[in-house]
């Protein structure tokens, strides 16, 4: 491994472009290599990305993975797309950091795991949220033992960021042992991207978690909030202490504004992904958490279909 990691960005959205692209500028520890998309976008967004950060543009993906110097590769594509490129670039020897969702499907989640664990390769998933300042801090006061036992986390916020809140369920709380849940859709649900699962909440979305230790977790969402309102708040509460945060990230309408709470968080996300490729070390969001995420998720649509609580995974120490 050089001193760098040189890295090469599938997807030429908002994603790499905007979000991941503060960090390929920003970080020492990275140096950007090429964009690509799918071929039918080269011309009119892989040439201009490519040409705005003065690096190569690729035709497809496998032209991009045959390029030996090109050590890891970040998947910014919709979730769709996640598990072929993923795939690919695992099975051709690339690192992988993979945008939120993990996949679609929980098997073929696993499936990338098995890759990345029998090639020795390092998969992170990119659930920036975990970044956010607020979240860090209270990371840190958790782990400093400051609220003593858990008794319970309420998170609200809009739809978008339900599945975010799902990772800062475990993250914050621990592993969960039981999932209730309901959603309430008005017209057709937004099931795109994770299949069958009701990605945010088109009118109401509810869930209840247990966690192993105890404590309590609630995420309620609606994709009706004003666009001017916070998008997420966060209650954490144990038996010594009690904090909110009534507005982690900001508003809808500012969210990706350039120097925004989202927008910082991507080159600590990018800069942890570099670190662990350079210095061997296990990446601190691993592929275990995104299939962690992908399990409540299906925990979450089968009580709402079923009216049951839920056992989502089974609880193994490794």
Known sequence: MSKKVRLGSVGCGLASGQLHGS?????????????????????????????????????????????????????CVKEPGHYEIAKKALLAGKHVLCEKAFTDNIAKAKELVDIAKSKGLKLMVCYNYRYMETVMELKQRIDKGEFGALTFISICGHGFTFHHSIDLMRYLGGEITGVSAKYIIDGKPFLYPLGDWVYTAPYAKAAIFQFQNGGLGTITGSDKNADDFPLMSLT???????????????????????????????????????????????????????????????????????????????????
Do not use: C, W
């Open 23 to 75: 960090g390929y500028k920003a970080l020492d520890e990275i140096e950007l290599v090429g964009f690509t998309d799918r071929e039918s976008n080269y011309d009119k967004k892989t040439v201009p990305q490519a040409k705005k950060f003065g690096v190569k543009a690729y035709h497809n993906i496998d032209e991009m993975l045959k390029d030996e110097t090109i050590e890891a590769i970040d998947v």
């Open 236 to 318: 954490y509460a144990g038996i010594k202490a009690q904090t909110a945060y009534p507005d982690l990230i900001g508003d809808h309408a500012h969210i990706v504004s350039e120097g925004s709470l989202f927008n910082k968080t991507f080159p600590l996300v990018l800069k942890d992904f570099a670190d662990a490729l350079l210095n061997d070390k296990v990446p601190p969001i691993t592929g275990k958490d995104g299939i962690r995420a992908l399990e409540l998720e299906d925990a979450i649509l089968k009580s709402s279909n079923y009216g049951v609580s839920v056992a989502p995974y089974l609880i193994i120490e490794e």
